[in-house]
C-alpha cells in the first residue's frame, strides 16, 4: 500500500482539513508499539505502530468517512488511502 502524497500546493488546504474535521470520538490514551527509524531518500521515517482499541478504530472510520466526502472526486487516493499514515 502507498502512503499518500499531496502536492505541495496542497499543504494548506489539507491542514484546514484535518484542523476543521468534525471528530466525536473523545479524548483517548493510545498505547504505541514498535518504534522504529530509518533514512530514505528525502527525510527520515519515524515508525510507530499503535495497539488497535475501539476508540482508535472509531476515529479512523472518522476521518475515512470524511476523507471520503472531502476528496470523493480523487478516486486514486481513496483506494490508496490507509490510516496508517496519518
Not at 494548506?12 to 533514512?39: G, S, Y
Not at 472531502?70 to 478516486?75: G, P, W
Request: charged share 20%.
Amino acid at each position: 500500500m502507498l502512503p499518500v502524497t499531496f502536492p505541495n500546493a496542497n499543504h494548506e488546504q489539507t491542514l484546514c482539513w484535518f484542523e476543521n474535521m468534525q471528530i466525536t470520538v473523545p479524548p483517548f490514551k493510545q498505547e504505541l508499539r514498535d518504534f522504529d527509524a530509518f533514512h530514505n531518500r528525502r527525510s527520515p521515517v519515524v515508525f510507530v505502530k499503535p495497539v488497535m482499541n475501539s476508540s482508535l478504530d472509531r476515529l479512523q472510520k472518522q476521518v475515512l468517512i470524511n476523507f471520503g466526502e472531502t476528496y470523493s472526486h480523487e478516486n486514486t487516493l481513496k483506494q490508496i488511502w490507509t490510516l496508517h499514515h496519518i
